[in-house]
Each structure stands twice: as C-alpha cells, then as structure tokens.
C-alpha cells in the first residue's frame, strides 16, 4: 500500500513535491495521535485493545512511509544538481541537430527549386510550353512559400531562378502566339464570311491556349476598388491599370500601324490634323470591340475574372498618342 502512495503521489517529474507530502504525512500522523487520545476516553475496555493495534499499525506505516519521503526528497536535492549538469553537456548537441535541421530544409526547398527549373528546361527543349508554364507555377508556388523566409540568399536565388524562366516563356509563348495572329490574319477584323469563319475554327483552340498561357505569365491586377470608386485625378477604376500581357501582344501589331501612318515623314502624320489620329483609332476600337466581348471576356478567368477585357483594350491605342 505504501509503494502504491508513493507511485501515484509522486512521479519522475514531481519531485520536488516531496516536501509538501512530509508536511502532510506528519499532519495525519498528528491527527491519529489525537484520535487515539479521544478514544480512550470513549472506548469501553474490551474494545481497547483492537483500536490500539490499528492506530499502532497506521502510525508504523506513517513513520515507515514519513522516512521513505525523506528519503527521496534528499534524493531528489543531489539530482537536480546532476540533471543541471546533464543538460550543460547536451546543449551543444541540441544545437547541432538544430542546425542539421536547419540545413535539411534549406537544402529542401533549394532541391524543389532546382527540381522545377530542370523541368521547364526539359519540356521547353522538348517543344511543350504548355507543360513548362505548368512546372513554372509550381516554381512560382514556392517562391511565394519562401516570401516570409529569413535565407535572404535562399530567397533571392528562387526569386532570380523565377524571373529568368518567366522571361524566357513569355518571349517563347508570345512568339508562337504572334505567329497563329498571323495565320488569323489579325489585326483584320473578323467577318461572317465563310473564309473567315474557316479560319477562326482552325485557330480557335490554339488561340485559347495561347491565351491562357500567358495569362498565367503576366502580373495579375490588383483587386477592384470599391464600386463607385475614383481615384483623385478622376479616372475611371481600373482604366489605368497595366494592360493585361496577352491583350498587349495584340494590340501589338496596332501599335505598329499607329506609327507606320502617324510616326516620320509620313503625310498623315500632321499636327494640323489631329482629328486623323482620333478617327483612326476610334475605328480600330470599334472593328474590334465585339471580339473583345464575345472572345476574349470569357477567357478571363481566376484572378482576371474582374478585368473588362473591352475596357483593357482602351487605354492601349489610346497610349500610343
């Protein structure tokens, strides 16, 4: 019974309640000294012997149990001293596995942005853009992972590895995507005519996923303001975004245009006659906006599903002035 106290009062990790239990243990052994000397005087004379046997025995026990507490409370004083000691030597230790740990992730993280960069290599090489892009966002995953992280020179290395391939596949994406506008004849408006309808059947798919890819290259704007929302100069929300990257690649043989006719030496290029400029490029909006509407505006999707891809279009030709 006594092994049993002690196992449940005190364990590996309390014993410096060992105190508290002598002070306890001396209070009951008290106790029972003063029932003993209550009893007697309610105790008739063939009951006496029992009750003294018992409170006998108890006050064994306490004594028994009072000095086993005694002991380990001194136990307990020397092995504070050693468990200091102990814990001074595996200090060191602690801290290497720390830093291993330390070193563990670093390599990690290092070894997934080597691991996606090989890999936007390999399908480039290979001639599939659409699954680099794809290990691209992954590589972008991480560097927005990392963005929080104290290895400045961790951080900057997956920011620089980023750039680098983000620059490579929109200059990779953007070609192949300016040669299926030149197959689609664009910037010539599209028709009803049946050729025309032919044509965009055929390029249809492609100009999708063109589309698409370089939508996940570019910048996402920023979030919309507030319904109603000016900013200080007046401008309409949103009109004086960046333009979105694959609507600036088509805008792109606009632009050339603009300065072939209102660039040099060219007649059209008057001062005199600024309403030329205006009419040209109010045509080319016009020629234009259903296939911004009806085309372009359903591809905006995720964090373009706000954009007006009409209004997007705006700010381009008009920017060339």
Not at 17 to 45: N, Y
Not at 49 to 57: A, E, N, R
Not at 101 to 122: E, F, M, N, P, T
Request: hydrophobic share 35%; charged share 25%; net charge neutral.
């Amino acid at each position: 019974a006594m092994d049993q106290y002690l196992d449940e009062t005190i364990t590996d990790d309390n014993f410096r309640v060992l105190p508290d239990v002598l002070k306890s243990l001396k209070k009951e052994r008290d106790h029972l000294k003063a029932q003993l000397t209550g009893t007697v005087e309610t105790t008739t004379v063939g009951e006496w012997p029992s009750i003294v046997l018992d409170i006998q025995s108890t006050l064994k026990d306490l004594d028994i149990l009072h000095d086993r507490c005694t002991e380990l409370d001194c136990s307990s004083q020397l092995l504070d001293p050693v468990l200091i000691k102990c814990a001074k030597a595996i200090e060191p230790k602690v801290e290497e596995l720390v830093d291993a740990q330390r070193s563990q992730s670093y390599l990690k993280w290092l070894k997934a942005v080597q691991k996606w960069s090989g890999s936007i290599d390999i399908c480039l090489k290979r001639g599939s853009p659409q699954d680099a892009v794809r290990a691209y966002s992954k590589l972008s995953s991480i560097v927005g992972q990392l963005r929080n992280s104290k290895c400045a020179h961790l951080k900057r290395y997956a920011t620089d590895i980023q750039q680098h391939w983000c620059a490579r596949l929109q200059d990779r994406v953007t070609s192949d995507f300016l040669v299926m506008l030149k197959e689609l004849k664009w910037p010539t408006p599209l028709s009803s005519s049946s050729h025309t309808q032919d044509l965009w059947n055929k390029c249809h798919h492609r100009f999708t996923e063109l589309f698409n890819l370089l939508l996940e290259l570019g910048t996402p704007p920023p979030p919309a303001p507030p319904h109603g929302h000016h900013d200080p100069e007046g401008c309409p929300p949103r009109l004086h975004d960046p333009v979105v990257l694959p609507i600036n690649v088509l805008l792109d043989p606009l632009k050339k245009r603009f300065q072939f006719h209102f660039y040099g030496n060219k007649k059209t290029n008057m001062k005199e006659k600024p309403e030329w400029y205006f009419t040209q490029v109010s045509a080319w909006i016009n020629d234009h906006s259903h296939f911004m509407e009806k085309i372009v505006q359903p591809m905006m999707q995720g964090p373009y599903q706000g954009v007006n891809a009409r209004v997007r279009h705006l700010p381009g030709p008009h920017s060339i002035l």
